[in-house]
């Protein structure tokens, strides 16, 4: 087995253990969350239905990908944990191991994305089952499944990346203005999905705007993995 | 005899402080090392130079003949930290498993974590998690992590710190029987665990004050009369105990260092200090352990130091 897939398998052992430990309180906000989120998608579509909108599909997909995007958002952000090491005093050691830096970072980010992943086929699934009892529209694509999906990961994984950087290797003030930049950034552009269908048709203006997070946060993560520096996060956490 | 720990001419400088001054050392197979100097000397700073999470400003360090930050290096060292490096949350099992798992060196390793734990005496805790645990217990799992990968180098950052009677005995025990398998390297304050433990020893404060085998270091140790004072005396006032065969006088707080070239004559220091009005509590000779070299060497530096600082003020 590669040190990648080493790596890989042990932080996925370390983080799956502390997720299990909080498993009823991670799916309790997904529920919730999930409520608010078809709850608010089921009312403006009935909002375009009395607009006289007739074709609802292109509006429920858009929905539909919003809810799971969402949902797998929070599922990814409940289990991202760069914190954790910090306040364990454990960065020493955990670089201390055969692994390089960029490789336990990646792991983190990836074993987060990976339950967004878990989040998301259910919450996708779901979320058309509901629009189809609510509007009697099945509103589902492959293609479109597969495109919310995959930028739902880059956008997670490019967050996580940046995340990680800010937390461990930049002081509390600089983390703090990074993190909320890029966390509007993320935010954004996945409510900007919610936006982008109207009874007009697709907004082009909001989806360019989606495409400038996507490239902005992936710029941000590929500048943070050249960066990360293993000397001054040490030196950062004695600080 | 091959190095598996080599620095050579290290400097280590943080911001405007340097850490680390020329530091030249070397550590050969199945050595225990010990690292000794006061706080803040730059013993944790080596040891993160050694385990390749720091690197030198200048000089270089080598490790099992390779640099310190490669994957295949640090694979070989087993490591235990001040501060234990533990992951709370996680039980003694989890902590192992996650650490072997990193390690993983092939078949039958649940066979060698609860080998590990029983020989560290938690197999009975090992479903609890870390928080619970007291300081010794997180010691001794720090020790049976450290074990894990079979290392050919084992570093002990304080290794007894925190610990009771029973608990250091524990772990010196582990570190008598790791010894036959491994290099260790023990970064520590205590003198007499050094002493009982290390067959080599380094004496850091910034840069090495003494170097090389303990019994090489212990012998090489040249008399030293020590002498409370009542009060406070110039140096000026004891220039006269050079023609009673003293080399060098050491003089701080109230206590005196002669350091003497051939046996020393306390009958004639002792009436040296009578005849010259210099009251004291106590003279006596001292004695040829690592603590009087320690103290003897650290104690000197300091002293050179203020006198230096001293002169440059006038």
């Keep these: 087995m590669t040190m990648k897939m080493k790596c890989l398998k042990a932080i996925a052992y370390k983080e799956r253990i502390a997720v299990r430990r909080n498993i009823k309180s991670l799916l309790f906000i997904i529920v919730v969350f999930g409520i608010i989120l078809l709850a608010t998608s089921v009312s403006k579509c009935n909002t375009f239905l009395n607009e006289g909108v007739t074709d609802l599909k292109p509006l429920l997909m858009g929905s539909v990908s919003y809810v799971s995007m969402f949902l797998s958002y929070v599922a990814f952000m409940s289990t991202l944990k760069f914190w954790q090491e910090k306040s364990m005093d454990a960065l020493d050691s955990l670089f201390s191991l055969p692994m390089s830096i960029r490789q336990v970072l990646t792991a983190k980010v990836m074993f987060s994305v990976y339950i967004g992943l878990l989040c998301f086929v259910p919450s996708y699934m779901i979320s058309t089952l509901v629009f189809v009892v609510a509007f009697k529209v099945f509103a589902f694509s492959a293609v479109h499944f597969l495109a919310a999906l995959v930028i739902s990961m880059i956008f997670q994984f490019s967050y996580g990346v940046i995340n990680g950087f800010c937390m461990w290797q930049l002081s509390v003030g600089a983390a703090k203005v990074a993190q909320i930049f890029t966390y509007v950034i993320f935010l954004g552009g996945i409510i900007s999905l919610n936006r982008c269908m109207t009874p007009e048709g697709i907004q082009m203006n909001v989806v360019y705007m989606l495409c400038s997070a996507l490239v902005l946060l992936i710029v941000g993560a590929v500048y943070a993995l050249v960066l990360t520096n293993k000397e001054k996060i040490i030196l950062n956490h004695i600080d | ?314």
């Design chain 2, 1 to 314: 005899m091959d190095t598996v720990i080599e620095f050579k001419n290290v400097y280590k400088q943080f911001g405007s402080t340097a850490v680390l001054d020329d530091v030249s050392f070397r550590v050969q197979k199945h050595d225990v090392f010990g690292y000794i100097g006061p706080n803040g000397a730059g013993k944790t700073t080596s040891i993160r130079l050694t385990m390749g999470l720091l690197e030198p400003t200048q000089g270089e360090v080598v490790v099992l003949g390779g640099k310190p930050d490669q994957e295949n290096i640090r694979s070989k060292i087993g490591f235990c930290f001040d501060n234990d490096g533990l992951y709370t949350n996680l039980t003694a099992y989890e902590n192992m498993k996650f650490f072997d798992m990193v390690y993983h060196k092939g078949e039958g390793r649940e066979h060698r974590i609860k080998e590990l734990l029983e020989m560290v005496n938690l197999e009975h805790v090992s479903d609890k998690t870390v928080n619970e645990f007291s300081r010794g217990m997180r010691k001794r799992l720090g020790l049976a992590r450290a074990l894990l990968a079979s290392p050919e180098i084992l570093i002990l950052d304080e290794p007894m710190i925190g610990l009771d009677p029973e608990g250091q005995a524990d772990i010196k025990q582990i570190i008598q029987n790791a010894k036959e398998t491994c290099t260790i390297f023990i970064s520590s304050h205590n003198l007499n665990d050094v002493e009982e433990l290390c067959n080599r020893v380094a004496i850091l404060e910034h840069r090495i004050l003494a170097e090389g085998l303990l019994e090489n270091i212990l012998t090489d140790t040249q008399s030293v009369v020590r002498v409370k004072l009542k009060e406070n005396c110039s140096i000026d006032q004891l220039a006269g105990l050079y023609k009673l065969g003293i080399g060098e006088i050491k003089l701080s707080h109230q206590e005196m260092h002669l350091v003497c070239q051939e046996q020393p004559d306390i009958s004639a220091i002792t009436s040296f200090l009578l005849n010259n009005k210099i009251n004291f509590i106590e003279i006596g000779e001292v004695n040829n352990s690592l603590r009087e070299k320690y103290f003897s060497l650290v104690r000197g530096k300091n002293d050179h130091e203020n006198e230096m600082s001293e002169s440059n003020r006038i």
